[in-house]
């Protein structure tokens, strides 16, 4: 019985962590969340030196091993400096590869993933709503030319910066991912930030693409469900690192702000929010810590343990970064001032892979379908 | 990570589902026959007072063989390791860490065989958070402790034989050096000058009571630790934190109680639990309990690895006030006006089970800490913030 973590799961977040505060501290994130690409190159190679991009890339393919135990503490950090860059994008684009391709596709792609040549994206859902296949309804055309799709992918994680999709398509009653080259002439895209400054997005038109020569795989309702869990634990794992920071900044702050003669953490409307905020804090880590274990260890209780930990996040963390901003005062409503950019990653955070509605909801179903409640 | 068992772990674990399976019946009676029967069973295991060092008379069970322990004796809802709850849980630990051979011999064994209920005497009318500004005294008359003054809301008063209580024997009506002066006695409720008054609490229990110390003599062999500094016991034997296994596997068992009322309620002609909101909350409150176990989990990996606890306990402290309150408010609020119907009251639903228990909660919630003193602790302890 151990839950914690190994001393080189340790050694990893130091390294991590030492390598973003040289490198991607506030400021220069800042600079980079500005840019036109919304990531800096220089980074990426030196993530893919330091074998973070092939973290649960195997050996044989060019990556190092580690499961998603390891990929959290990568990803708590990465929250803690806001980092921007299509880290997390790709990190899901890599797991549905191992998870669902075949062996020649994952051979072509997963070594230059891992040596930062090849950055991915997800692209499930066309229509608004919740991460569920029924959200799904990009339907392709088969006629004797080929294999059409027509329609468009909205809010692709890091659209703008990714060399591959994987995009979700009915035909008949199954689903399919199809991999399309992002450079493909033929394949519209858009992209932008989001209110986040260091997340991107954008969107796929396909107008009559034909995909026929893609790659395609058949994939059932629970692979893709996987999928989504998977998304949602990566998220969740992001949010602990950011709602610390902002624990921190507003403790700090709390302690050298005075008012009525006191520091103002020393009254306790002040010292009983940021109290709550710790207890929720360490609440939904233990709920991530748990369901990034269950991802490789215990598969069939991640559906239930990866919305146990994003539903809780996602409303602790939203509530975090919205009185963190209030407990500052005028300050914190600044764009100089850092606790902003919390707040708003909350907001992504909450809608990325299922706010705490569509969480709460699919524990109870799940339940009634398995106990007959 | 790794949420496996060693060998030996896993061997404790089907003995104790053996004994289970030989000595609880599945039939519901559980009468007072039975009971002295188990208690007398799980007392030749040595699993009454498991924590305990074997030299005493305890199991000398490792944290981890604690933690099966519980585990399965919940999981088959099995009655109490003893029934002597305080002395197990808080008095005979104090005895062990400071008392003297001879208190050791007198006391420890009655605790472990269920003789008779302990109870601790702490809060006073003026004193409840504040805990080290007590009042109650006892002054000194050659062999013997004379104390004078009160507690309150000691729970089990009124069943208990003996307290464990703090009293002040130096450093009266002093605020600088109040933790000072304080010193911990171990009294025999039949002691003459004792008066014990039952105190009816909201839900109709009478399990708490004030007791009135009138010239009350205690001796001195009576005395628990050094004389002034009774803090210090009571913060170690505080510190002698619990899991919350036992916690969680009621909590677990509460929430599918509730899920199962609000599958055969009806409101407006519908199953409760169709409604958006319902289920909404129902997730809500299993993230908080399953949150509450990981807690644990990781709370209880750090003591495996010896780093020692401290406020970090205060999390699922806080987690299980608010659900205790909220699943009974819960319960009674979507049972409309039936919900409102104690045991014997017609229409009552449930034999008034949530209606008692959505007010009970302050058993939980306000003992050992109200949420107001678990804030304190953190936001001071561990967050740094400038006391108050």
Known sequence: MNFGFTPEQELLRDQVRRFLDDNCALPEVRRIMKSAQGYEQGHWQQMAELGWLGLIINESDGGVGLNWVDLVVVLEEMG???????????????????????????????????????????????????????????????????????????????????????????????????????????????????????????????????ISNAPRFKVSEHQINRLFDIGAVGVAAEMIGAAEAVLAITTTYAQDRIQFG???????????????????????????????????????????????????????????????????????????????????????????????????????????NSQGI | MDFEYT???????????????????????????????????????????????????GGGGNIMEQVILKEEMSARKAPPLGTCMMGLAWVGPGIIQYGTEEQKERFLPDILDSKYHWCTG?????????????????????????????????????????????????????????????????????????????IENMAGGKVFAQIFFDNVRVPIKNRLGEEGNGWAVTISSLANERSSIGEVAGLYTKLEKLTDLLSTSKWNGQAAITDKKIRRTLGRFEAKIEAMRLNGLRYLTKQIKGEPLSSETSVNKLHRAELEVE??????????????????????????????????????????????????????????LPKD
Not at chain 2, 142 to 170: C, H, Q
């Open chain 2, 122 to 198: 702490y809060s006073e009318p003026n004193v409840g958070s504040d805990l080290a500004a007590l009042q109650c005294k006892a002054t000194r008359d050659r062999d013997e402790y004379i104390i004078n003054g009160t507690k309150i809301w000691t729970s089990l008063a009124p069943f208990a034989s003996w307290i464990s209580m703090l009293v002040r024997t130096d450093n009266f009506g002093e605020t600088d050096n109040k933790h000072d002066g304080i010193t911990a006695l171990l009294v025999d409720l039949s002691t003459q000058g004792i008066d014990i008054k039952p």
């Open chain 1, 80 to 210: 803690r400096s806001l980092y921007p860059g299509p880290y997390l994008s790709t990190l899901c684009f890599t797991a549905a590869l191992i998870d669902i391709t075949d062996s020649h596709t994952q051979k072509t792609l997963l070594p230059g993933i891992a040596e930062g040549k090849i950055k991915g994206s997800l692209a499930l859902l066309d229509r608004p709503g919740d991460p569920h296949v029924d959200n799904i309804s990009l339907e392709a055309i088969t006629t004797g030319e080929g294999v059409f799709l027509s329609g468009s992918k909205p809010f692709v994680h890091d659209c703008g910066s990714a060399d591959y999709f994987l995009v979700a398509y009915r035909q008949a009653q199954d689903f399919y991912l199809a991999l399309l080259d992002a450079n493909d002439p033929s394949l519209e895209r858009s992209h932008s930030a989001t209110m986040d400054f260091t997340k991107r997005t954008g969107k796929l038109t396909f107008d009559n693409l034909d």
């Open chain 2, 327 to 384: 699943m009974g408010d819960f319960a009674v609020e979507k049972l409309g006006e039936a919900g409102l119907q104690l045991r014997n009251q017609e229409d009552a639903v449930r034999t008034g089970y949530w209606a008692t228990d959505s007010l009970n909660w302050p058993t939980v919630v306000i003992g050992g800490g109200t949420p107001n003193i678990q804030k304190n602790i953190i936001a001071e302890r561990i967050l740094g």
């Open chain 2, 7 to 57: 060998q030996s772990e896993q061997n404790f674990r089907s003995e104790v589902r053996q004994f289970l399976d030989e000595n609880l019946p599945a039939a519901t009676d559980k009468g007072p026959v039975f009971m002295k029967h188990w208690l007398k069973k799980v007392r030749e295991k040595r699993w009454v007072g498991f924590s305990w060092p074997k030299s005493v008379g």
């Open chain 1, 262 to 368: 006191h520091a103002i953490g020393k009254y306790q409307g002040v010292k009983h929010r940021l109290a709550e905020m710790y207890v929720d804090i360490e609440s939904f880590k233990s709920l991530v810590y748990y369901a990034a274990w269950t991802i490789t260890d215990s598969a069939e209780e991640l559906s239930r343990s990866a919305s146990l930990a994003k539903a809780f996040a996602s409303d602790a963390f939203a509530a975090i970064g919205i009185d963190a901003v209030q407990l500052h005062g005028a300050i914190g409503f600044t764009q100089e001032y850092d606790i902003q950019l919390y707040l708003k990653r909350s907001k992504w955070s909450r809608a990325s892979f299922g706010n705490a509605d569509f969480h709460y909801e699919k524990i109870i179903e799940q339940k009634q």
